[in-house]
């Protein structure tokens, strides 16, 4: 009896993939984006294989957290370092009026 070609040996599979380096994700329902914090902070030896492509969600305020959050992870991505304002700011150093923040 011939084995089903299209099963493949673990080995097999570990050594040519068909599949992509990177995936993309879409984070519905998103909320502040937990989930896709998740995948997008996963590291594999300086690759990233999980890149978030939209995260949709109707709630204001977690809407604004994935906003923040998508600006730090490029910013992260392009400089190495999240920006200078927002470190000082989480280690007490800056206020939010020191920071530029003027509330609308």
Do not use: Y
Not at 52 to 80: D, W, Y
Request: glycine fraction near 10%.
């Amino acid at each position: 009896m011939n084995p089903d070609p299209s099963i493949q040996p673990a080995t097999r599979i570990r050594e040519a993939p068909d599949l992509p380096a990177t995936f993309g994700i879409v984070d519905l329902f998103s909320g502040p984006g937990g989930l896709g914090e998740g995948f997008a902070s996963l590291d594999l030896s300086g690759h990233a294989p999980f890149k978030i492509g939209i995260s949709v969600e109707k709630e204001a305020s977690a809407h604004r957290t994935l906003t923040l959050r998508a600006f730090l992870r490029a910013h992260q991505a392009r400089h190495g370092t999240l920006p200078q304002a927002f470190i000082d700011f989480h280690a007490g150093l800056r206020t939010l009026a020191t920071a530029g923040w003027r509330p609308c």
